[in-house]
């Protein structure tokens, strides 16, 4: 897949769009990411001036223009080089990321629920992220602010960013299907088993890179099987990322033909085909499985 | 015998707000209205035939759409091809057909699914790429849609404001297309639970948690009361019961159900599946101050009778009671 086919996307406010339309904070930080990896330096500066000047005053991203609140896609520009989204403004979004949990770890909810005579389910023992504050954590923002906070923690680790990253770890550990993998983070609702998704699978497992449990083995059958089976671009992309990430990816594995219709799938495709991609650059080999 | 047992925290505090709601309910009192027109059609499979069907329905409740701009909300949710998760493809193939013949200017599908990000795999796994000619063109990925910040002028939950697609908003009329199905929170979901697919995930995530925070029936009320301009048409050929909205078991009722009235709609379907609709709770709210739509002496009922078409749905555990 040519390069080209993300540059003629961009908009001329420097951002991307998801397929069409204005710029967004999600596609604009993969469309950079795959840019720079392919040497198109022009075309990820003025992205990365996009990204700057959608910035807000808590520190924090919008998931585009005119939206007035920061939400989990401060994680995806904490995976952007901070020499080249600026240092100030990287180091603001990781504390935004270390100071934002699901509601359901906040104290005043768990005042109430102790008030109430519930007890916290098993699950929520560990706070994760939420897509947005206010809400639950769930699966994708918590594989996302991992992937970020690993990056950070190998620029320069603290104590809070390392408790941050472990309980993010059992977060995604304790919200696995039973039969392994992940949907979007509901484990048992009202007592039913869900299923597994093909695209979350592989983003805990990207976050998950360097554990190493029954768990963690479990789920990369299943990601191995939805590997065979799926025919969604999104998902091969996010499965290919996470079994790279334990090492696990076949090495004569040859990706089916399909469609990639949006802009992060465009760009993750790019990604992905990188022999160190920046999402998982920060993982040492010895680390990956 | 049952023996006393101590009141909890939870009673201590859930206590006054029961005694509240009580005292609201004694309040309820009648108004009169004009009655609502809600369609019952047979449909027995999906074929052919349901062009022809719908064409008729559109007809029956005498849809102006000249030169308007129809905007038509399936409801998708799952990759399951032959389960009755989605809204079926010729279902809305046929609306958009029997829309264009009316002389809408546009006709547009759109849906914001709120488990699965990537909505295009999901229309094509759900068919719609075969059914309808050149879907990508007319479909509109709710999700990640240009959004305005609106502020419900009436609101139930939470929410004082809300991001919504510019290409929901802007529509002049918006056609809910739901699936008639259980649903495990909120008893069934029908046409203005359906609404639910307007709320964009680009913004608010998947799933919209949200609105779970916000209230679930009360974020439905505050959705039907932002979209006044709307029609129902709610696919009950093939519906689900059990588990639902996803891990339910097909159901066929072999009805369309339509009309403008969504909770005279919703009302109607929840007869239909043998269930009180006084019981769902995003109904009651809809219309907290008459309750007029629900009430069946003032709903004109237009084709099938509710007896002659209803079949029980079998409820999840925790609506056995409804």
Known sequence: MPIENLLERQNPDGGWPYSH??????????????????????????????????????????????????TWVTGLVAL????????????????????????????????????????????QKFPGWPWVPGAAAWVGPTSIAILALRQAARRGASPPLQKR??????????????????????????????????????????????????????????????????RSADALNWLRLGLMAHGQ??????????????????????????????????IPAGERG | MSTPHPITRREWLTAPAAAGAALLAGCNHAVAIRPASVSITRAAA??????????????????????????????????????????????????????RALGAAEVRIAEGPGHRRNTL????AAGYFQTVPRFEDSFVDLNVDEVSLVRPERTFSRLEKLYLPNSALGADLLVSMPKMKTHHWVGATLSMKNLFGLVPSGIYGWPKNVLHW???????????????????????????????PIQGTPKPAGVLVAGRDRVA?????????????????????????????????NIRQVGERIADVATRFQLPPDFQDL
């Not at chain 1, 076949?250 to 465009?266: G, I, K, Q, S």
């Not at chain 2, 399951?80 to 998760?85: A, L």
């Not at chain 2, 795999?121 to 094509?124: K, N, R, S, T």
């Open chain 2, 46 to 99: 999906y074929g052919q035939g349901l062009y022809d069907t719908v064409r008729h329905i559109l007809e029956q409740h005498r849809l102006d759409v000249r030169g308007r701009r129809v905007l038509l909300k399936p409801n998708l949710v799952e990759f399951e091809p032959g389960s009755s998760i989605n809204t079926h493809p010729l279902l809305v193939h046929a609306a958009m057909e029997a829309f």
């Open chain 2, 121 to 124: 795999d999901l229309a094509e």
């Open chain 2, 214 to 244: 916000a209230g679930i029936s009360e974020c439905i009320a505050d959705l039907h009361a932002a979209f006044p301009r709307q029609f129902a048409l709610v696919d009950g050929i093939v519906g689900m019961e059990g588990n639902g």
């Open chain 1, 21 to 70: 339309g204005g710029s967004w904070t999600e596609p604009t930080v993969y469309a950079i990411l795959a840019s720079l990896a392919a040497g198109e330096r022009d075309a990820a500066d003025r992205g990365m001036r996009w990204i700057v000047s959608a910035r807000r005053p808590d520190g924090g991203w919008a998931p585009c223009g005119g939206v007035d609140q920061s």
């Open chain 2, 265 to 297: 709609v919703d009302a109607t379907c929840c007869r239909i599946m043998r269930i009180d609709p006084y019981r769902i709770r995003y109904l009651q709210l809809a219309t907290r101050d008459s309750q007029e739509s629900i009430l069946e002496g």
């Open chain 1, 80 to 123: 952007l080089p901070p020499e080249r989204l600026g240092r100030p403004y990287y180091e603001e979004a990781v504390r935004w990321l270390l100071r934002t949990t699901g509601e359901e770890s906040a104290f005043s909810y768990r005042l109430r629920e102790f008030l109430l005579g519930n007890s916290p389910p098993p699950e």
């Open chain 1, 165 to 230: 990253l472990e309980a993010g770890r059992g977060f995604l550990l304790a919200h696995m299907c039973r039969d392994g993998g992940w949907n979007h983070g509901s484990v048992r609702p009202l007592g039913y088993e869900s299923n597994p998704y093909p695209e979350t699978t592989g983003m805990a497992l990207a976050a998950l890179a360097g554990t190493k449990s029954p768990e963690v083995d479990r789920a990369l059958t299943v990601a191995r099987q939805f590997l065979a089976e799926c």
């Open chain 1, 249 to 282: 990816l076949p090495a004569d594995y040859c990706a089916p033909t399909v469609t990639y219709r949006t802009t992060p799938e465009t760009a993750l495709g790019l990604l992905v085909a990188q022999k160190d991609n920046p999402l998982l650059g920060a």
